[in-house]
């Protein structure tokens, strides 16, 4: 009996792949046919065969002429999308992420996220922070430096913080800052910085006559802050690099070490990767050259995005030596993926 979606492999040999990848996972070594055969129930003659086959479809390779074969990046793209078994976090994993990022807001729940993923999973960890541009405002403040200079702070849903510096060419004392503040935090909550830059300009020309002096100083207030700025890209966390060095095909080859510290210090690259995800907007697994990564040989990602209601703010991902245990970080990631957007949504 074929495999469904796969009609070149048989139910048997896909379970002699399950069992290499299985056991290379473990060991991170060449597998042999007679460590294969007592856990499928059958001859090592038959494994040998299978082996064979599967060699020749691509899905194992054999490193020498000695040894039992190894998994390719094909091999294990299959194993994730269909052979693979997951499991739940069990109970003190969960309220191990929950109460980890219980008690952060903020930026500082972006730094958790990333210690929190490297310590549950002992792989590297990323985190791309909500972009501030899109997410929706909280409050707003106004803090008067000298004469002519004010900063406006701005605090969205998502705990984030970002100041900007505004020059006025009027009169600005007290009671203009204070009604400025007022005004908007009562009037133009719970929308993005692009949506209230819209509506204080439609506002101001459809009221512009009916402005008195405190009304239109707040309006010019508030119209510089909100004028267009160059966003500046999202903060991106990463945590865990090191957790490479335990593994023997990365620590050995320090080529391979100076490449992939590279690679991870990229900044718009990573971007990149998560950008994929978060458009996606679920959870996305990236074998080997699948990913902006595809330099450095032997490498997977585990990501997914966080959101906010329906709107995306975010992504996290676990990256790690593509033998890693998928049926155990993949629900991780996404445990963590959906407790991030609930301490967000409480936020």
């Given at each position: 009996?074929?495999?469904?979606?796969?009609?070149?492999i048989?139910?048997?040999?896909?379970?002699i792949?399950?069992a290499i990848?299985?056991?290379?996972?473990?060991?991170?070594?060449?597998?042999?046919?007679?460590?294969?055969a007592?856990r499928?129930?059958?001859?090592s003659a038959?494994?040998?065969?299978?082996?064979?086959?599967?060699?020749?479809?691509?899905?194992?390779?054999?490193p020498?002429?000695?040894?039992?074969r190894?998994p390719?990046?094909?091999?294990?793209?299959?194993?994730?999308?269909?052979l693979?078994?997951?499991r739940?976090p069990g109970?003190?994993?969960?309220?191990?992420i929950?109460?980890?990022?219980?008690?952060?807001l903020?930026?500082?729940?972006?730094a958790?996220?990333?210690?929190?993923?490297h310590?549950?999973t002992?792989?590297?960890?990323l985190?791309?922070?909500?972009h501030?541009?899109?997410?929706?405002?909280?409050?707003?403040e106004?803090?008067?430096?000298?004469e002519?200079?004010i900063?406006?702070v701005?605090?969205?849903?998502?705990?984030?913080?970002?100041?900007r510096?505004?020059?006025?060419d009027?009169?600005?004392?007290r009671?203009?800052?204070?009604?400025?503040?007022n005004y908007?935090?009562d009037?133009?909550?719970?929308?993005?910085?692009?949506?209230i830059?819209?509506r204080?300009r439609?506002?101001r020309?459809?009221?512009?006559?009916?402005?008195?002096r405190?009304?239109?100083s707040?309006m010019?207030?508030?119209?510089?802050?909100?004028?267009?700025?160059?966003?500046?890209e999202?903060?991106?966390r990463?945590?865990?690099?090191?957790?490479f060095?335990?593994?023997?095909?990365?620590a050995?080859?320090?080529?391979?070490?100076?490449?992939?510290?590279?690679?991870?210090?990229q900044?718009d690259?990573v971007?990149h990767?998560?950008?994929?995800?978060m458009?996606?907007?679920?959870i996305?697994?990236?074998?080997?050259?699948?990913?902006?990564?595809?330099?450095?040989?032997g490498?997977s990602?585990?990501?997914?995005?966080?959101?906010?209601?329906?709107?995306?703010?975010g992504?996290?991902?676990?990256?790690?030596?593509?033998?890693m245990?998928?049926?155990?970080?993949?629900?991780?990631?996404?445990?963590t993926a959906?407790a991030?957007?609930k301490?967000?949504?409480?936020?």
């Amino acid at each position: 009996m074929l495999a469904q979606g796969n009609p070149d492999i048989s139910r048997r040999d896909r379970e002699i792949l399950r069992a290499i990848i299985q056991d290379f996972i473990t060991t991170g070594e060449p597998v042999g046919s007679q460590a294969i055969a007592p856990r499928c129930d059958v001859s090592s003659a038959t494994v040998r065969s299978a082996m064979a086959d599967l060699e020749e479809l691509g899905y194992l390779a054999k490193p020498h002429t000695s040894a039992g074969r190894i998994p390719t990046d094909k091999g294990f793209r299959l194993y994730v999308d269909s052979l693979l078994r997951t499991r739940a976090p069990g109970p003190k994993e969960r309220e191990r992420i929950e109460a980890g990022l219980h008690a952060a807001l903020g930026a500082d729940l972006v730094a958790d996220t990333g210690k929190l993923l490297h310590e549950i999973t002992h792989h590297a960890a990323l985190v791309v922070a909500p972009h501030f541009e899109q997410d929706l405002l909280r409050r707003v403040e106004f803090v008067k430096l000298r004469e002519d200079r004010i900063l406006a702070v701005f605090v969205s849903q998502a705990g984030l913080v970002q100041n900007r510096l505004i020059t006025v060419d009027f009169p600005v004392g007290r009671a203009e800052l204070e009604y400025a503040a007022n005004y908007l935090n009562d009037k133009l909550g719970d929308l993005g910085l692009e949506q209230i830059h819209a509506r204080l300009r439609a506002e101001r020309e459809a009221e512009q006559a009916l402005y008195d002096r405190l009304h239109r100083s707040a309006m010019q207030l508030a119209d510089a802050a909100f004028a267009d700025h160059a966003a500046p890209e999202p903060e991106v966390r990463v945590e865990g690099e090191a957790s490479f060095l335990d593994e023997p095909a990365f620590a050995a080859d320090v080529e391979k070490m100076r490449k992939l510290f590279a690679a991870l210090a990229q900044k718009d690259r990573v971007l990149h990767v998560m950008r994929r995800v978060m458009e996606g907007r679920e959870i996305r697994i990236f074998i080997g050259a699948e990913s902006e990564f595809s330099e450095v040989p032997g490498l997977s990602v585990i990501a997914a995005p966080y959101t906010q209601g329906e709107k995306v703010l975010g992504a996290l991902a676990v990256v790690g030596p593509v033998r890693m245990n998928y049926g155990r970080v993949i629900p991780l990631v996404q445990y963590t993926a959906r407790a991030v957007s609930k301490t967000f949504g409480e936020g």
